[in-house]
């Protein structure tokens, strides 16, 4: 459980059904994706939720699960692990 209320709910968002109504929500209109393959950020929600649905797909079978998680305030690490 986390202490930062945002944080606890993308827990939430990623232990339940992963779906795009529970993710709109947690983005802000001007999120920004700062992906480790493409090297310029990805502005805006809609490109957001694109990279981020695509990612739940590919990576969130059953074998993902967080590995470590690192509460700092305003920002966190997610650290997690997979089987593809």
Sequence with gaps: MSADPRLQR???????????DTLRPLLASNATFHSP????PQEGKPVTMAY??????????DT???????DC????????ECVM
Aim: aromatic residues 12%.
């Design 64 to 70: 993902f699960r967080y590995v470590r998680v690192f």
């Design 37 to 40: 393959v493409v090297h310029t």
């Design 10 to 20: 993308w827990l939430d968002h990623m232990e339940g059904d992963r779906s795009v």
């Design 52 to 61: 981020l649905t695509a990612a739940g797909e590919t990576l969130g079978g």
């Design 73 to 80: 305030g305003d920002k966190a690490v997610l650290e997690f």
